[in-house]
C-alpha cells in the first residue's frame, strides 16, 4: 500500500472516532459545534512530504463566528480554518499533557513493516485525540470559556512553554480578548482591552495599524461611543 493510501485510511479511522463524538467534518478539518462556537481538529501534513514518507500532526483550536470580521475586515470562513482560530496549539501542546521534548508527529514511509507500523500509529493517534484533545476542546462551550482560556494563559504564558506554542502571540491577546468582549456584549471591556494592546511592550507599527483598524471598526458599530475608556481620541 502506497504512504498516501496508507495516510488515507488513518484519515478514515480519525474522521470515524470524531464523527462518532459529533464532529462534522471538511477534508482534514474537524469541528465541533455549539451554540457560540466550535471545537476545531485539524489534521496537518508537512509541505515537504513525498511519494515515500508522510508527516502529519494534530492543531487543536477555537473559531468563534463574527470573530475574522472584526480582526481582520474580511467575510467569515465558509468552515473553521486554522488561520482563522482563537485559540490554536498543537495537540502534544495541551497543558494537561506530561511534557516531551520533541514535537509530536508521526511519520509514515514506505520501508516501514506492515501492518504493524501503522496499526501502532493508529492506536497512538486516537490516544492522543481520546486522553489530551478531546478533553481539552470540550472545556470550550461558551465565549465565557475562550475568555477564561485567554486570562489564564496570559499569566501562565511562560509557563506554557514547557508544553509548546499557545496561540494567539502575547502581543495579540489583549486584541483577542477586546474582539471576544465585545461578542460576548461587554463593550467597556472590550475596549479596556484595546487601550493595552495599544500600549504593549511589544507593539510594533503592524499591530498598531491592525489594531487600530480593529478599534475602527468597533467604534462604528457602538456608534461612536464615549466616556468609561471610550475616548473620542480612542
Not at 500500500?1 to 484519515?11: A, G
Not at 466550535?38 to 463574527?66: K, Y
Not at 500600549?199 to 462604528?220: H, P
Request: charged share 25%; net charge negative; aromatic share 12%.
Amino acid at each position: 500500500m502506497s504512504v498516501r493510501n496508507r495516510f488515507r485510511r488513518i484519515h478514515r479511522i480519525v474522521q470515524k472516532f470524531l464523527q462518532e463524538r459529533q464532529f462534522l467534518s471538511r477534508g482534514q478539518t474537524f469541528w465541533r459545534p455549539t451554540e457560540q462556537l466550535s471545537q476545531v481538529v485539524i489534521l496537518r501534513r508537512s509541505i515537504w512530504n513525498t511519494a515515500e514518507t508522510c508527516d502529519f500532526w494534530f492543531e487543536l483550536g477555537v473559531h468563534v463566528p463574527g470573530f475574522t470580521p472584526l480582526l481582520d475586515g474580511i467575510p467569515e470562513p465558509a468552515y473553521p480554518k486554522e488561520q482563522f482560530l482563537v485559540v490554536s496549539l498543537r495537540v502534544d501542546s495541551v497543558p494537561s499533557r506530561p511534557v516531551q521534548q520533541q514535537t509530536l508527529s508521526w511519520y509514515l514511509k514506505a520501508d516501514d513493516p506492515l501492518p504493524q507500523a501503522d496499526e501502532q500509529v493508529i492506536t497512538e493517534v486516537l490516544y492522543e485525540l481520546r486522553e489530551y484533545g478531546v478533553p481539552f476542546l470540550s472545556r470550550f462551550a461558551s465565549l465565557a470559556d475562550v475568555i477564561e482560556f485567554l486570562e489564564w494563559l496570559r499569566l501562565h504564558r511562560e509557563e506554557c512553554f514547557r508544553w509548546g506554542q499557545i496561540m494567539p502571540f502575547e502581543a495579540w491577546t489583549p486584541v483577542y480578548l477586546a474582539i471576544l468582549h465585545w461578542l460576548n456584549g461587554d463593550v467597556e471591556r472590550c475596549f479596556q482591552e484595546l487601550e493595552k494592546a495599544l500600549s504593549g511592550e511589544e507593539l510594533t507599527a503592524y499591530i498598531y495599524d491592525k489594531v487600530s483598524k480593529v478599534k475602527e471598526r468597533l467604534l462604528v458599530l457602538s456608534g461612536g461611543l464615549s466616556g468609561g475608556g471610550l475616548g473620542q481620541d480612542c
